[in-house]
């Protein structure tokens, strides 16, 4: 690994003059289980690495007038086992839990998963399903980005160089939100996702669904929503042809690559029957299939 | 070689505490902290190439030289010289840290003229770079197929599969003289190392030390001298301080020996009623720029025998045996081919095959393992599981050698205060054989499970100054080692004996050594403890060194497999539920050492079967996926439940066990999968797109 300068602010205020000085040529680090990779592979040559430090907002993790505030340190293992998480947003919890090792869970965190902004992000697709809201901090000012507006390619996203991720916040929606979430992966723990699929339905007391949420992962340049296939189910009353419909729908949002992990066509038709699989066994109710 | 107090039990591996705790000191860990001799330890490492071949034009080290804490720099290939797959050596550093050197790297200067070059093992083939066939012919060879009634013909590919020790390649050396010098190398074999490296250095063999007390894991890529020992070794000359040079894992992708590829079409032919008339496999793979990609004879009986095989050269690394070196892919292709004739007869398989298995052993096995599968109860034609998720069974077979021979000198030493030390300089490669070895020990000398486990027993290996051993491969280790230790504590023993007979007045050959005493067989009750007798040696210590004598071994063993899987026919995803491994080792030393080795087998099996292959690009020529993350193996949540039924058949001595558990996992699993689906996937690994390509889901 090439040498940098290690910094470590002692508080938000700290870390906010540290990005400023620094810039582009500065790193946060939040976890380090991606960064330090990139950097040992010398993908990334930061002359600084920037510790976000292990205060408050950053190890916030609490509900809030109807919002869960979660810091940018709080770690994998953390949302994995936090009752408050497994209870209110259990597709977090689980995505959580779906990413790495344990080791690895113990160090990485949700502010490091959502910058690294890699396509496969395990939480990512549950953060979308969840209408996650990102506040961005600079020296001076503070801007929140809904996470569906936030990634623009594969490690690219809107935060500028100088802004800091301090906190994820999410509204609870209650219990008629159901959510699931699949991740496809050869291996069923340490691995990468070949595909990610969460859902999460709003349904009325008439058992029409009111609102959608269809997010999926590691099949297109960013994590993305189906807004297509979401509004398709908007209103309706869900039967089979419908799902399957919807399926369909979310398929086309895809556009997913052949790579090591798996090809094209292989993820295109995974996107088509995870998410009918999901909308299936949250809607219909049918006895869950299939196993991981 | 019946069980005894020692021999056949459940002994936890004498090193395990030092394992667990840490103090236990792989290459990888050694230091002045470990070995005073290293201070001031440098750190080594290897520029290799970037293009998979290329002459090189021109290499300057000069400006690494004049880089920070940089030692040492030597340039390994001459200008014009001709590399011929990525990664292979071109120049060392040595410098004061890992980082150091790595950044001196960086700033030689290597300029390449790219060559035409070749990585893809079919497109190869084509290009007619390959070995003029190589043919076996029994019986009447192909000719033979006129005999048969029904035949069935397929081709099966398994991938190049790379050993992925959990401890990389690598050697730490020390001079200790003008023309001594000390080597700790993580290695399957001790005294070859310390040979060649003294070939290598010109120096008396006597002169070299080479250690390995513990290492992590070695699957055949470790059994001789690699490139890097002697790289350290003039390093270390060259800087005057002792070099630490151990591979990254890319590295031991790239350059430390894999396990070839193979295509093969396979055509059985058979009687109506199931006898096997006929066999031939005309099959061609990779070893990269070396050879060495044949597989051997199927296991079953074949009166008409034809196989040829033509080896491929590619611009890759070259191959190195694997445990149970080509075995597994010829039983993946073997038993998938019978699975297929069964379908194609409407037999059960196993009956299939127990007709057609010449091994009597084996044939009992098949019995076994189908009862504790429960075959009967729960196998079901091919084609007949239906819903989202299916369940399937098969099985696959297994034969090896695992003999032993002459080549150990084992020393026992017991002393007056009833301590006994046991020395012999082979090494433990993670199956136990520490452990082993004192078995032998304790075995010898009528020494309690309880007597080996305390401070008074003390077991060392791994040290070229101990007495030679062999290397350990070809699983001849245990069968090599276990009659020298024995025979130098029954005479150890026979020496302790003749003080007792004094003190007793009884003749030496009526005593008995067994459970800590040491008594008259006629009269058990007349006898001393272990300690009583040993304070009656003269001096402090007796000591007695013994080499293997027949009798204690055998060779020659048969095992077979079943596995059962669970296919989610929507997503692709193999789940194995169950293997059950029947296997025959002759006489079981130690039981719990011996089930590892089974369980550790299946797992490297099931890896095969359902994860790893190395994946190289064709158009850059360079391997994609040469790190644990994309190179994938089985983790602890791949591993089922494993039943292991050792045969236990004393009266076959001691034969070794670490490569025949690796050789039906695959073609077991593959079975299970065909079973479960109707329809078969004959390449390995068997990844969800492939399932569903089978099932015609996904376009090929």
């Keep these: 690994m090439h040498s940098f300068d290690y910094r470590a602010p002692k508080d938000l205020e700290e870390t906010l003059e540290e990005a400023a000085h620094w810039g582009e040529k500065g790193r946060l680090l939040a976890g380090g289980t991606d960064l330090i990779l990139f950097m040992e592979r010398g993908r990334l040559r930061p002359e600084v690495v920037i510790e976000v430090p292990r205060t408050e ?76 809201q990102l506040m961005l901090q600079k020296k001076g000012s503070l801007r929140t980005v809904p996470i569906d507006q936030f990634f623009l390619g594969p490690g690219q996203t809107v935060r500028e160089p100088d802004e800091v991720l301090t906190e994820v916040r999410v509204p609870v929606k209650g219990d008629r939100f159901v959510t699931q979430f699949y991740k496809l992966a050869v291996r069923s723990y340490m691995d990468i996702a070949i595909v ?93 299939s299939g196993h991981r | 070689m019946a069980a005894t107090q020692v021999r056949g039990q459940r002994i936890p591996r004498l090193d395990a505490p030092a394992k667990v705790t840490g103090r236990a000191k792989y290459t990888y860990d050694v230091d002045q902290t470990s070995d005073p001799r290293l201070k001031g330890m440098l750190y080594g490492a290897i520029l290799r190439s970037r293009l998979p071949r290329a002459r090189i034009r021109r290499i300057d080290t000069s400006k690494a030289e004049k880089m920070p804490g940089v030692r040492a720099v030597m ?15 071109l120049a060392a550093v040595a410098a004061e840290t890992w980082e150091q050197a790595k950044d001196a790297l960086s700033a030689i200067e290597v300029e390449y003229e790219p060559l035409p070059f070749e990585v893809d093992t079919d497109r190869a ?82 002169n070299v030390q080479v250690i390995c007390e513990y290492m992590g894991g070695g699957f055949g890529s470790k059994l001789w001298m690699q490139h890097y020992t002697p790289i350290a070794a003039r390093l270390s000359r060259k800087a005057g301080a002792p070099v630490k040079l151990m591979l990254s894992r890319e590295e031991d992708f790239l350059a430390t020996g894999n396990n070839p590829d193979a295509v093969q079409t396979i055509r059985i032919g058979a009687k109506k009623d199931g006898t096997f008339v006929a066999f031939s496999r005309r099959s061609y793979g990779t070893g990269g720029v070396g050879g060495g990609a044949d597989l051997p004879a199927p296991v079953y009986r074949f009166p008409h025998l034809y196989l040829e095989h033509v080896d491929v050269t590619t611009n890759a690394g070259p191959a190195a045996p694997l445990r149970a070196p080509k075995w597994p892919q010829a039983a993946f292709g073997v038993d998938s081919a019978i699975d297929e004739l069964a379908a194609k007869l409407g037999m059960d398989p196993v009956e299939l095959r127990i007709k057609n298995d010449p091994s009597e052993i084996r044939r009992k096995e098949w019995q076994i393992g ?96 101990l007495g030679r051993s062999g290397g350990s491969g070809g699983s001849t280790t245990a069968a090599s080692v276990y009659p020298a230790v024995y025979d130098a504590a029954d005479k150890a023993l026979a020496r302790l004996k003749e003080f007792v007979a004094k003190k007793l007045g009884v003749p030496a050959d009526r005593l008995v050594s067994q459970g800590g005493r040491i008594f008259d067989k006629q009269n058990p009750t007349k006898g001393l403890t ?97 790190d644990l993350e994309n190179y994938k193996l089985a983790g602890a949540f791949e591993v089922p439940e494993i039943d292991v039924v050792l045969l236990d058949m004393p009266e076959r001595g001691v034969i070794g066990l670490g490569e025949p558990p690796i050789i039906p996992t695959a073609a077991a699993i593959a079975n299970a999968v ?24 996904v376009p090929s």
């Design chain 1, 57 to 132: 907002p950053f190890t916030t993790l609490e509900e809030t007038n109807g919002m869960i505030r979660i810091g940018a340190r709080v770690t994998m293992g953390q949302l994995e086992h936090s009752p408050l998480i497994r209870e209110k947003l259990p597709v977090l919890s689980q995505a959580a839990g779906e990413v790495g090792s344990v080791q690895i869970r113990n160090l990485a965190t949700i502010g490091g998963n959502i910058v690294t902004a890699s396509p496969a992000g395990d939480t990512l697709p549950a953060l979308l399903v969840l209408d996650a």
């Design chain 1, 196 to 288: 990610d699929v969460a859902i999460g339905v709003y349904t009325n007391g008439d058992g029409a669904v009111e609102d959608a949420r269809i997010a999926l992962g590691s099949v297109a340049p960013t994590p993305i929503r189906a807004r297509e296939a979401e509004e398709r189910l908007k209103g309706q009353v869900p039967t089979e042809t419908l799902i399957d419909e919807v399926a369909l729908l979310a398929q086309k949002a895809s556009s997913p690559i052949t790579d090591q992990r798996g090809s094209a066509e292989y993820r295109w038709l995974m996107v088509y029957r995870l998410t009918k699989r999901l909308l299936t066994n949250a809607l219909l109710n049918s006895s869950a």
């Design chain 2, 75 to 89: 340039s390994l290939v001459g200008e014009g010289a001709e590399v011929q797959y990525a990664g292979e050596a």
């Design chain 2, 125 to 206: 083939y084509e290009k007619g770079l390959r070995s003029s066939p190589r043919v076996e012919r029994r019986g009447r060879g192909e000719d033979g197929f006129d005999e048969a009634d029904v035949v069935v013909e397929a081709t099966y590919r398994t991938p190049v599969q790379i050993h992925t020790p959990l401890e990389t390649h690598g050697s730490v050396v020390v001079w200790t003289g003008p023309s001594q010098v000390v080597v700790y190398d993580s290695t399957q074999v001790l005294f070859s190392v310390r040979d060649s490296l003294a070939r290598e250095l010109n120096l008396p063999p006597e």
């Design chain 2, 370 to 465: 189908a009862e504790r599968i429960g075959w009967k109860e729960k196998w079901r034609p091919w084609g007949s599981h239906k819903g989202v998720l299916r369940r399937g069974l098969g099985c696959g077979a297994s034969a090896w050698g695992g003999g032993g021979g002459p080549g150990s000198v084992a020393e026992v030493e017991i002393f007056r205060d009833g301590s006994v030390v046991v020395r012999l300089g082979t090494q433990d490669i993670g199956t136990g054989t520490k452990t082993v070895v004192g078995i032998a020990a304790a075995d010898g000398l009528g020494l309690t499970p309880e007597f080996l486990r305390s401070d008074q027993f003390r077991v060392y290996i791994g040290d070229t100054r």
């Design chain 2, 530 to 626: 272990w300690g009583e007798a040993t304070r009656l040696l003269p001096t402090e210590a007796i000591s007695q060194r013994g080499e293997w004598r027949p009798g204690m071994t055998g060779s020659g063993v048969a095992g077979c497999q079943f596995a059962e899987v669970e296919v989610d026919t929507e997503t692709g995803i193999v789940r194995v539920v169950k293997v059950v491994a029947v296997h025959d080792c002759g006489a079981v030393i130690n039981r719990l050492t011996a089930e590892s080795q089974v369980i550790g087998g299946v797992t490297q099996g099931i890896s095969f079967a359902l994860l790893e292959g190395r994946l190289m690009d064709w158009q850059t020529g360079l391997m994609i996926n040469a």
């Design chain 2, 674 to 697: 065909a079973n479960a689906l109707g329809v078969r996937v004959r390449e390995l690994p068997i990844t969800p797109d492939k399932v569903l390509k089978a099932l015609g889901k």
